[in-house]
Structures are given as C-alpha cells and as structure tokens.
C-alpha cells in the first residue's frame, strides 16, 4: 500500500518553461509519495519530457522549483546533487548510451563512479541486469552494433544498475517495435515494489494501464493533478 501521508519523493511547484515566446510547462504542479507509479501521458512535444527533465535537474526552471526527496534541488551545491543523484535511475528515450564503450561498460558506469564495489562483483551486477533486459550475450557489444530496440532495453538495464528506488523513464517504448514495447512493459510492470517510486512519460497507454496516478500534459499545463 502507498504511504500517501509521508513525504513526497518529488514535488514540483508553480514550474514554468518557455521556449521562445511559448510556454511549455505553464504553471505545473505535482508531487509524487514513494512507491507511486506515476505516468504523465500526452503526445510528442506536449511536454512531458521537459517536465522529467526538470525532475532530474538536467534543465532549470524559468520560475518556480523543484523538490526531490524534501530539498529544493535548486539550492543544493554540486556535491549534494550528486549524492542526490545516486539515489535515482534514469532512462532516456534514446536509450543514450557512451558509444565509446561496450553494452556491459555503460551498464557498469554508475556502479564505478558512484559506488566502492571491486570489478568482479561489478561484473556479478552487469550480468544480472543484462540478463533482466534478455542481453546477457550483448555485454560486449559496442552500442554501434545493437538495434534502438536493444538500446532502451540497454538503457533501462543501466537505469536498474544502482537498484534506485526512485525511476525516471522517457518514453520507454518510443520508437520500438510492438514485440520490443510488450516486453518492456511487461519488464516495467514485474519491477514494481511498494518502496520504488517510478515516473514515466509516454504515449503508451500500456504502460499506463497500472500506474497508480495517471496525468495528461496539454497545453503546458498536467490535467487531473
């Protein structure tokens, strides 16, 4: 069961976005409890993922400000973010992947930089995350030579890599093929837990059929929030 009383993982207050002289995000405001699944649905360019983006810190607000985890991330330094950040998985929606390494490297990146773990239990980790995605056998694999459905799934394993209990996903399973898509959604749906909080954009009403919060990004404002 959701603990709605606590306090909320991510809360977003008043954010505004322009772009230009048009605003993408118009006064959006949410908050999201742990272990809620929340999708914001809405089509392409709606949004939705300048609204992740926000979340994650990888682009700033022109007015209002974002909360993770009950600080203003906005106020935080770099080294406070950064532990902030290891708390927390990310799934682009190109799967965006370092082409200078192999599948297995990116996937073992977070573990090397944000962990103390030696290379053979890093190596015990990228297998088993591999494996979860069905690319066991591609883990030395340059990303050149995998198809963009093997990339998200890629993506996604790295994403799990740190066992984060707080997900961002962007479109999961944007641009995939409908066999791709169903195992992703069938992927995101078995790693839901009473104590992993997961935001998703997409267009997918798949993966929105068992969210517990589902939100529609429309003229730069969330309905139903």
């Avoid at 883990?139 to 030579?145: F, G, I, R, S, T």
């Amino acid at each position: 069961m959701i603990d709605t009383t606590g306090q909320p993982v991510v809360r977003v207050v008043d954010l505004v976005k322009r772009f230009d002289d048009r605003a993408v995000l118009d006064g959006v405001n949410l908050q999201v409890i742990q272990g809620e699944t929340m999708v914001i649905m809405g089509g392409s360019g709606c949004g939705k993922s300048t609204l992740l983006r926000h979340m994650i810190g990888s682009i700033w607000p022109d007015e209002g400000y974002v909360e993770l985890f009950g600080q203003n991330i906005a106020e935080l330094n770099d080294d406070q973010f950064d532990a902030i950040r290891k708390r927390f998985g990310i799934l682009f929606q190109s799967g965006a992947l370092f082409n200078s390494m192999t599948v297995g490297e990116n996937i073992a990146l977070p573990l090397k930089e944000h962990t103390d773990l030696d290379d053979d239990t890093i190596n015990v980790i990228v297998t088993i995350k591999l494996e979860l995605v069905g690319l066991r056998e591609a883990a030395h694999l340059m990303p050149a030579e995998i198809s963009g459905g093997m990339k998200k799934r890629a993506g996604l394993a790295r994403a799990l890599a740190m066992d984060a209990r707080v997900s961002f996903y962007d479109e999961p399973t944007g641009n995939l093929d409908p066999k791709t898509g169903r195992l992703i959604v069938d992927l995101l749906h078995s790693l839901r837990t009473e104590d992993r909080t997961v935001m998703i954009a997409t267009h997918d009403d798949a993966i929105a059929a068992k969210a517990d919060l589902i939100l529609e990004m429309r003229d730069g404002r969330l309905i139903g929030a």
